[in-house]
């Protein structure tokens, strides 16, 4: 008798039952073996990211399937807020995923769409031959697929800055996340995350999500920008990835053993 499965809670679930910040990294490096020691790290969140990273369909799913082990929760960066790629990330058993660069209310529906099947959206129907439904072996995946799925969108313009409490009042979008690094750069300011002008409007989407009753997460590498953040009332946030964790740490190896070839320079971070 085929085994009928039961879904993990989604990302969407973990936030409403969360009683303090959750934290998380990105998975970076495309290795299905790094992801799983990320996973079992006591992180709350791995970030398996597809739009800055040399990461493809399969090791997405090698990814997730590695993780699926470990009590944290993945979730999957788009490369782009396109309906076939997402409906290729749902289908491959991706059951949250985030979608970069949205920066209105209007885009922010249409990825609504094209995570839920007709009539609710536009979603293509092919659960039965994908991993998302276990090949039908979850009871009722079609009629509840809407439940099983959560959508964050991503803040990075001020185009996004300007419409947040629009874009976080939608129906259907679970999260946002903001991302310090292009929102500097959409405002002039490139490569300076903890400018006060950005930290400040960083913080206004914070505000601007709680009022809506939409948690708000933010990439804050720096702790003490972390820290800040989550005092101000950041649902998560996500402080590491596993490649800036390896640089970091064989530059420590080689200033311990070889020394520092040139201490002038401090690398940027997300």
Partial sequence: MPIRLTPSPTFADRLRAADRALYGMWSCAGSPLVAEICAGSGLDILLIDGEHSPIGLESILAQLQAAAGYPVVPVV?????????LKQLL???AQNVLV???SSAREAEEMVRAVRYPPLGVRGVGSALARSSRWS???DYLARAHELVSLTVQIETTDGLHAAGAIAAVEGVDALLVGPA???ASMGLLGQQDHPDVVAAVESVIRAGR???TPVGVNAFDPAMAARYAEAGAAYVLV???VTLLARASEGLTSRFIGDADSSSTPASY
């Fill in 240 to 242: 590491g990835s596993d």
């Fill in 100 to 102: 970069p660069m949205v």
């Fill in 77 to 85: 960066r788009a490369p782009i807020g396109d309906a076939v790629i």
């Fill in 182 to 184: 292009d929102l500097a």
């Fill in 211 to 213: 009022e809506a009753g």
């Fill in 91 to 93: 289908d491959l058993g």
């Fill in 137 to 139: 072996r979850i009871p």
